[in-house]
């Protein structure tokens, strides 16, 4: 009895420490430079740096396992000879708002062009100027492993041809300004759907499944529902449920994000502004429910709504 006495006294220390620890832990600075924090919300260093193979910052060589085949993500530090070190304002403009590089490349659209598109052009160049001032570093993207037929770039053309809209994101007038807010970081700077949305068989996203999940998420892992469903969604999490996710990578049943997701919070959405993660939540709640047969879900609280 007294050694079980021992073990729980020792267990509620072990406890009572790393609540300590956790609460001790400076929170993620927001970044005062306009070009860094849109860095941060567009998920840019978790897709271009090879984490798995310990790659330096942004000089890609991540791999990206689609039904399509693997792309394996490029240089994007101003290195002259392997990165965009000799693009213009304009080449990358061209690159976010309509798919397509310098000397007329076509890009596949798992470069997310798609949502990029919605950007502001002032915020396109912030992005820009920061770019500009990473660390330069000389490494050689990495071919694709793709079909013979994918390798065509006019695939790439036709592809656009048939799906693709450019065009920046307008605001809605009858929606309030938090919303606007978060429906821009949902659809243009962060990107959701391109990851939480299924694809038909073009690899064009469905818009009538929009934030609905995926079984074929990047690198083969399943995404779940960010719809407000109730039984498959996020419909019986809290809005500060949601921020705290969103910051922290804590679910309300006190488990945590893992895979790609833990790193796109690591990286970039913990790095964004109170009022902007409390907009990105008040949008995904008013989107409209739908239920999902993902069969990783995200674990509802027990707890009533709102």
């Avoid at 659809?187 to 949305?197: F, I, P």
């Avoid at 500060?240 to 994000?257: H, K």
């Avoid at 790095?271 to 674990?299: H, I, T």
């Amino acid at each position: 009895m007294y050694s079980d006495l021992v073990s729980r006294v020792r267990g509620y220390g072990l406890f009572v420490v790393g609540l300590v620890i956790c609460n001790s832990l400076p929170a993620a600075q927001v970044p005062t430079d306009a070009g860094e924090y849109l860095f941060r919300a567009a998920g840019c260093a978790s897709c271009h740096t090879d984490v798995a193979g310990k790659g330096p910052a942004l000089a890609g060589g991540r791999a990206l396992e689609t039904p399509f085949g693997t792309f394996y993500t490029p240089n994007i530090t101003p290195d002259e000879n392997t990165g965009i070190g000799r693009w213009s304002a304009e080449d990358f403009l061209r690159a976010l708002g309509e798919g397509t590089g310098p000397g007329n490349r076509h890009y596949y659209p798992v470069f997310p062009y798609t949502s990029y598109t919605r950007m502001k052009r002032d915020d396109m160049l912030a992005l820009w100027r920061y770019l500009q001032t990473v660390p330069a570093v000389s490494r050689q993207n990495r071919p694709h492993d793709l079909p013979w037929i994918m390798s065509f770039r006019l695939v790439n053309w036709a592809w656009k041809l048939l799906f693709f809209q450019p065009g920046a994101m307008l605001p809605q007038a009858e929606r309030s300004t938090p919303w606007n807010r978060g429906a821009y970081i949902a659809q243009a700077l962060a990107h959701c759907g391109e990851c939480h949305t299924p694809r038909n068989i073009f690899g064009v996203t469905r818009p009538h499944r929009r934030f609905a999940g995926t079984e074929d998420g990047p690198e083969g892992e399943p995404v779940p529902n960010i719809t407000p469903d109730r039984d498959t969604g996020i419909g019986r999490w809290r809005k500060s449920e949601i921020v705290d996710y969103l910051q922290a990578g804590e679910l309300p049943d006190g488990d945590y994000a893992g895979g790609l997701m833990a790193e796109v919070i690591d990286d970039g959405l913990q790095y964004l502004r109170p009022d902007d993660l409390q907009a990105l939540a008040e949008y995904l709640k008013s989107l409209p429910p739908l239920a999902s047969g993902v069969k990783e879900k995200p674990k509802p609280p027990k707890t009533s709504d709102y």
